[in-house]
């Protein structure tokens, strides 16, 4: 069978599939959106009848992904690492209920930042949590363990948790493909209260996940995933985890270094295999993606064991993502470099498309709150967040999502006039309604922009959930309806708009103005599929 | 037998069609490969690039190390530079002579170019001007592949077969303009090396 070429996700898509997936739910983020995306194209799937449409927000996606489990079915949720802060309450209580049908989180980690407000390891929850959990080297592990992680949730009942980071997400290699297992049948729990978690019931629920601890653990001894390499020289020995053992190979591969290698691809960690090796070697080098989860784990608060090397102690950089340079630089071996970038280069950040809706809305919005001695502008998470760039310099935070209207809010409460949010309508839709319903209750004098451009612009234009219903969803919760202003962001709109934003900030209550135009890449998109159908 | 390519540009300029181009012509020629591409908020008019690797033995890293690429290709001059940190001392630059401006501070063209011209190997080519010479400036990708073929250890019929293959569902019309584009590039170096 010839190997197919796949994204790590679309490994991980296409591995879900194969083994019998029934639903998946998510919410995009970079670099994991292209998991949903490829089930959503895929032939295979559509026939197959698999649920997939987007999720409201991370935590619906995991809520979801469990009720598919209830029924006995295989489900996925994925998402980008800070997905799983909102997803964090179902998926740590996950572990306790347990599940029935196969059920895997995926978390897509950002190390550097490409596309991120932070780096957090998603390893962490997984050992927070106490479910078994998965790192894949390369694509073709990352295809392989959406069946072996089904089969061990299935084995013992638990959510398994499956991290990748940027270049797993995003790098292509050829996959090669196994015989397809049918779809589980509708089969609910045998136990009655399984997901009842109720204090006593959680109680025994937990005493039960910490029991099992020591069986997993033997499931990681005994992984395909996590494999011991021997070698002839015990000066150091080396543990790598995911794609660290890709950098680590690239290095030494036609070197005559011949250290004992431990590459792990399984957690929770294989203690008799990490015994083994932190045993037979002077000094070890732990070479992990992301923060040192290992490393710290190995050393210990007093570090009075034997010497670990890794990120911190420098041997390799405390943050950012690992390149084959530096761990070269780790195992001693010459930095390779060519020619310096030449002093004519300058940065090209990325910025707002020829034609942005946005654009138009900030140059409304500064023209407005000009005159005012003091005011904020809150924001949140889209291509808009890039209003904080000259020339608009227009947005004074960017937290998390959802966190415009709440904060906007707080500072209103706190006495600041005016008090805007800029938040775009997928993100409000994610967790910006609940957030303006405390506007409404506590009757805040703050000015929301919702800035409709009918997508999810930033990830690559995903339907968003919200999409058609945004006014009533306002009315819903309480803005009255004569100040919820639908305005054109355009050029030739723009003294209306600066007038209507005006009276807006002016009001002593909530406001919401919804700037509504179409993104100009879904447009450009639309207009290139119209033309080819023609 | 190892090629290891940076392929460089701004985002939304399409360069992923050239990695996929390449990438199919040597999983055809029965290849490894392993190509990384940027998605997400830098392809909002920022830089990108993609490292793309084929070999005839297994490739660990997804990225290529610095110092090591056997070349670069560069839809855009200023952004063929910001990668030489990558090219090896015999590696080969071969970029698109027409600049990208989304930015205040674009620099002059001729120090761009007095810096590409610099480099020991390189091939700078007005792909836009071919490709419309051709009948369209979309095949410009294409023509600076072509302009890359000769220095990369693949046969130029798989460069050919992966055309007919990507673009067949276009018709015939499109495969015949890319198929020219990519000859147009190839003799371009074959002139000018
Ligand atoms: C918790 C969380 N989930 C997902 C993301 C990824 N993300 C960043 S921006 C964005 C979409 C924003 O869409 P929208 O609010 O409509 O703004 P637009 O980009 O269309 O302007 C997403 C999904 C994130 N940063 N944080």
């Keep these: 069978m010839r190997k197919s070429l796949l994204l790590g ?100 980690d950002d190390p550097s930042m490409h596309s991120s407000q932070n780096e957090q ?16 080297a390369n694509q073709q592990e990352a295809y392989d363990m959406a069946f072996y992680g089904f089969d061990l949730s299935e084995k013992y009942k638990l959510p398994v948790l499956m991290r990748i980071t940027t270049r797993m997400a995003h790098s292509r290699a050829g996959v090669q493909q196994r015989d397809i297992k049918k779809q589980n049948n509708l089969k609910l729990p045998e136990d009655l209260v399984q997901f009842v978690l109720l204090p006593a019931i959680a109680r025994k629920k937990y005493k039960k996940l910490l029991g099992v601890q020591p069986l997993l653990e033997k499931e990681s001894e005994e992984s395909p995933f996590n494999f011991y390499k021997d070698g002839s020289d015990k000066k150091l020995g080396i543990i790598t985890c995911g794609i660290a053992y890709n950098y680590l190979m690239e290095n030494i591969q036609n070197t005559n270094l011949n250290y004992p290698v431990l590459k792990i691809g399984q957690y929770p960690l294989p203690k008799k295999m990490i015994e083994k090796i932190y045993n037979e070697c002077e000094e070890i080098l732990v070479i992990e993606e992301g923060m040192p989860f290992v490393e710290e784990m190995l050393k210990g608060y007093l570090a009075k064991g034997k010497t ?27 930095d390779t470099k060519g020619k310096d970038v030449p002093q004519v280069v300058v940065p090209r950040p990325p910025s707002f498309c020829d034609g942005c809706s946005h654009s138009d809305t900030y140059i409304a919005l500064n023209e407005a709150l000009r005159g005012y001695d003091k005011y904020a502008v809150f924001s949140d998470i889209g291509c808009y967040t890039l209003g904080a760039l000259p020339p608009y310099n227009a947005i004074n935070s960017c937290v998390d999502m959802g966190a415009s209207i709440t904060m906007a809010k707080g500072a209103a409460d706190g006495g600041l006039h005016p008090s ?61 309806l004569e100040h919820i202003r639908v305005i054109k962001p355009l050029k030739n709109q723009h003294e209306t708009n600066v007038k209507i934003i005006k009276e807006e900030i002016e009001y002593k209550g909530v406001s919401v103005i919804i700037p509504r135009r179409e993104c100009i890449q879904t447009l450009n998109k639309k207009n290139k599929e119209k033309f080819k159908n023609k | ?36 591409e940027v998605h997400g908020m830098s392809q909002r008019g920022g830089d990108v690039q993609s490292h793309l690797r084929i070999s005839d033995k297994e490739i660990y890293s997804d990225l290529i190390p610095k110092g090591k690429a056997d070349m670069i290709i560069s839809v855009e001059p200023m952004e063929s530079l910001r990668y030489l940190p990558w090219l090896s001392a015999e590696g080969w630059l071969v970029t698109n002579t027409n600049p990208f401006i989304n930015i205040p501070d674009y620099p002059h063209i001729d120090k761009i170019m007095a ?33 890359a073929s000769p220095f990369l250890n693949l046969p130029y ?37």
Excluded at chain 1, 309 to 317: A, Q
Excluded at chain 1, 318 to 330: H, I, K, M
Aim: proline share 3%; with cysteine.
């Design chain 1, 121 to 136: 390891d998603s390893r962490f929850y997984g050992k927070f949590s106490l479910i078994p959990f998965l790192e894949p």
């Design chain 1, 308 to 334: 670990i090397k890794g990120r911190l102690d420098g041997t390799l950089p405390r943050d950012g993502e690992l390149t084959p340079n530096l761990v070269a630089v780790a195992l001693g071996l010459t």
């Design chain 2, 1 to 36: 037998m190892r090629n290891d390519i940076i392929i460089s540009g701004v985002g939304g300029q399409g360069i992923v069609s050239i990695s996929a181009i390449i990438g199919f012509a040597a999983l055809d020629a029965g290849l490894f490969l392993k190509q990384s």
């Design chain 1, 420 to 480: 805007v949010a800029t938040i775009g309508d997928s993100t409000f839709s994610h967790s910006g309604i609940t957030g303006l319903l405390d506007a409404c209750n506590s009757r805040s004098q703050v000015t929301i922009f919702i800035l409709d451009n009918l997508t999810t612009a930033m990830t690559g234009g995903q339907d968003t959930p919200g999409f058609g219903k945004i006014e009533e969803i306002c009315k819903g919760v309480g803005v009255e």
């Design chain 2, 115 to 147: 810096e590409i011209k610099s480099v020991k190997n390189n091939i700078a080519i007005d792909a836009d001007t071919i490709a419309k010479e051709i009948g369209s400036v979309k095949a410009a990708n294409v023509v600076i592949l072509g302009a």
């Design chain 1, 9 to 108: 996700d679309e490994a991980i898509a296409q591995g879900g599939i194969d083994a019998g997936l029934s639903g998946i739910y998510a919410y995009p983020g970079t670099p994991s959106t292209e998991i949903m995306e490829f089930v959503q194209h895929s032939k295979q799937a559509k026939e197959l009848n698999i649920q997939c449409t987007w999720s409201a927000n991370e935590k619906t996606a995991v809520e979801a992904a469990l009720g598919m489990s209830f029924t006995g079915k295989r489900a996925m949720a994925c998402m980008k690492h800070v997905g799983l802060n909102v997803a964090a309450d179902p998926f740590i209580n996950s572990a306790f209920t347990g599940v029935n049908g196969g059920c895997i989180v995926v978390s897509a």
């Design chain 2, 157 to 193: 019929e798989k460069f050919q077969g992966a055309i007919k293959f990507i673009f067949g569902k276009k018709g015939d019309a499109v495969v015949n303009l890319n198929l020219a584009a990519l000859e147009a590039g190839r003799k371009f170096s074959e002139k000018n090396k």
